[in-house]
């Protein structure tokens, strides 16, 4: 079994590694391969991924090359983990927004637009090459924004499944909470790529005990602390929303936070530096500590999971992002979503979803139809475009707003944008 991460040069990779030495029962890997255009970056992860893999005596080869023809040739699943810009058009992403008074971030509103259209035309070259080298070849897709992203793909009819790490991350801390094996819990995740809510939480399968009344009765000021939301919207919620919701819920106070401190990527910026100094270093053969600062707790053990079941075939449930085909059926067949699928060698079939309440589905059903916007922005180009998605974004929807960001965008984004 061969598997090849474009954006293999991330200090996101020994996270990664780790898991597959660990897991290596539930995938078997033989061979390795990282792929990116950033050979000292590659020299270094690449290093420490072998480090780390001998002292767990993982019998597989690692390999890094910046050809990502050769990378990716004979590869039975690829993982896309890339930052088109890299930290500094992050650091974009997350502050001019904030000039209009409008959330900065990488994911969503004007700077996840930003994202949306450096990325998209990349991630399908890419995958026209994957395709090219090995037509059977699963795309896992772990690059934000990963709705608007898989949708592409997918629309592309590419074989490709979209991975977030919220799901898994919610499923590890309820366990630790109710002092239960993260096995043992079974989520009710429902939206779409970050706007998500848990609606139920049982322990023992689908038809085990809902505990989340007992959670948020028990654990609800802890649950609240760490999505940093006021317990009693919660409490008022009765479900456990995405930490990404609070962009909508608490839009102002989030946007006067944000101008009041540096920037997430230049913090990330900082933390890079610092790991990549410990990368380099011969006697370190594990992942440091300081990794878990820089985000995507668990992405490892989600990553292994999915990959695990498209290749092997297993039909195990997963949280994964994929076509809607009527799972909530006031969105469009080719909306991609983010539920519980049914994941075998042909892909991922959500499963049934119980009707989605008026207070969740009213902001679904607008981002979604943000997303189609963004991604007619993305394939197509044009100013037009740009303002249609950011009009219709419901943290943007003014004109004047639209009209500025637009503008800013393109201009903070021309060297990528091949229309601009």
């Given at each position: 079994?061969?598997?090849?991460?474009?954006?293999?040069?991330?200090?996101?990779?020994?996270?990664?590694?780790?898991?597959?030495?660990?897991?290596?029962?539930?995938?078997?890997?033989?061979?390795?391969?990282?792929?990116?255009?950033?050979?000292?970056?590659?020299e270094?992860?690449?290093?420490?991924?072998?480090r780390?893999f001998?002292?767990?005596?993982?019998?597989g080869t690692?390999?890094?090359t910046?050809d990502?023809?050769?990378?990716?040739?004979?590869?039975?699943?690829?993982l896309?983990?890339?930052?088109?810009?890299?930290?500094?058009?992050r650091?974009?992403?997350?502050?001019?927004?904030?000039e209009?008074?409008?959330?900065?971030q990488?994911?969503?509103?004007?700077?996840?637009?930003?994202?949306?259209?450096?990325?998209?035309?990349?991630?399908?070259?890419?995958?026209?090459?994957?395709?090219?080298?090995?037509?059977?070849?699963?795309?896992v897709?772990f690059?934000?924004?990963?709705?608007?992203?898989?949708?592409a793909?997918?629309?592309a009819?590419?074989?490709?499944?979209?991975?977030?790490?919220?799901?898994?991350?919610?499923?590890?801390k309820?366990?630790?909470?109710?002092g239960?094996?993260?096995?043992?819990?079974?989520?009710?995740h429902?939206?779409?790529?970050?706007?998500?809510?848990?609606?139920?939480?049982?322990i023992?399968?689908?038809?085990g005990?809902?505990?989340?009344?007992?959670?948020?009765?028990?654990?609800?000021?802890?649950?609240?602390?760490?999505?940093?939301?006021?317990r009693?919207l919660?409490?008022?919620?009765?479900?456990?929303?995405s930490?990404?919701?609070?962009?909508?819920?608490?839009?102002?106070?989030?946007?006067?936070?944000?101008?009041?401190?540096?920037?997430?990527?230049?913090?990330?910026a900082?933390?890079?530096?610092?790991?990549l100094?410990?990368?380099?270093d011969?006697?370190?053969?594990?992942?440091?500590?300081?990794?878990?600062?820089r985000g995507?707790?668990?992405y490892?053990?989600?990553?292994?999971?999915?990959?695990?079941?498209?290749?092997?075939?297993?039909?195990?449930?997963?949280?994964v992002?994929?076509?809607?085909?009527?799972?909530?059926?006031?969105?469009?067949?080719?909306?991609?979503?983010?539920?519980?699928?049914?994941?075998?060698?042909?892909?991922?079939?959500?499963?049934?979803?119980r009707?989605?309440?008026?207070?969740?589905?009213?902001?679904?059903?607008n981002?979604?139809?943000?997303?189609?916007?963004?991604?007619?922005?993305?394939?197509?180009?044009?100013r037009?475009?740009?303002?249609?998605?950011?009009?219709?974004?419901?943290?943007?929807?003014q004109?004047?707003?639209?009209?500025?960001?637009?503008?800013?965008?393109?201009?903070?984004?021309?060297?990528?944008?091949a229309?601009?």
């Open positions: 079994m061969k598997l090849a991460v474009v954006g293999g040069g991330s200090t996101y990779t020994p996270e990664l590694i780790d898991g597959f030495a660990r897991l290596r029962d539930a995938l078997p890997l033989e061979e390795l391969v990282l792929v990116d255009p950033a050979a000292d970056r590659l270094l992860v690449g290093g420490l991924a072998r780390i001998a002292k767990q005596g993982h019998p690692i390999s890094w910046d990502l023809d050769a990378g990716v040739d004979g590869a039975d699943a690829v896309l983990q890339l930052r088109v810009g890299g930290q500094a058009a650091n974009q992403d997350e502050t001019w927004p904030l209009c008074g409008c959330v900065g990488e994911t969503t509103g004007a700077g996840g637009l930003a994202k949306a259209l450096r990325t998209v035309p990349v991630v399908l070259d890419i995958a026209e090459r994957v395709r090219r080298r090995n037509p059977d070849a699963w795309i897709d690059t934000n924004p990963v709705g608007i992203v898989t949708r793909l997918l629309t009819g590419h074989r490709a499944v979209g991975l977030c790490n919220v799901a898994i991350g919610f499923q590890r309820f366990a630790r909470l109710l239960v094996e993260p096995g043992e819990v079974t989520l009710e429902i939206g779409l790529n970050h706007l998500t809510w848990e609606r139920s939480v049982r023992g399968g689908t038809d005990e809902d505990v989340l009344p007992k959670l948020l009765a028990e654990h609800g000021g802890a649950i609240a602390d760490d999505l940093r939301m006021p009693t919660v409490e008022r919620l009765g479900v456990v929303p930490y990404y919701l609070r962009y909508y819920y608490q839009h102002d106070a989030v946007v006067r936070e944000l101008r009041s401190k540096p920037s997430r990527a230049a913090e990330v900082a933390i890079e530096r610092e790991l100094e410990m990368y380099g011969p006697a370190l053969d594990e992942k440091p500590e300081l990794l878990g600062k995507g707790a668990f490892s053990e989600a990553a292994v999971d999915l990959t695990s079941s498209l290749l092997r075939d297993t039909g195990e449930v997963r949280i992002n994929t076509l809607n085909q009527g799972t909530l059926p006031f969105l469009p067949d080719d909306a991609v979503i983010e539920v519980p699928a049914s994941v075998d060698a042909q892909g991922a079939k959500p499963l049934p979803a009707p989605l309440e008026p207070l969740f589905a009213g902001l679904v059903a981002v979604t139809a943000y997303e189609h916007l963004a991604l007619e922005a993305a394939l197509k180009g044009g037009e475009r740009v303002f249609q998605a950011l009009l219709s974004h419901p943290l943007i929807g004109i004047e707003y639209a009209e500025k960001l637009t503008d800013d965008l393109i201009a903070h984004n021309r060297e990528h944008l229309w601009a």
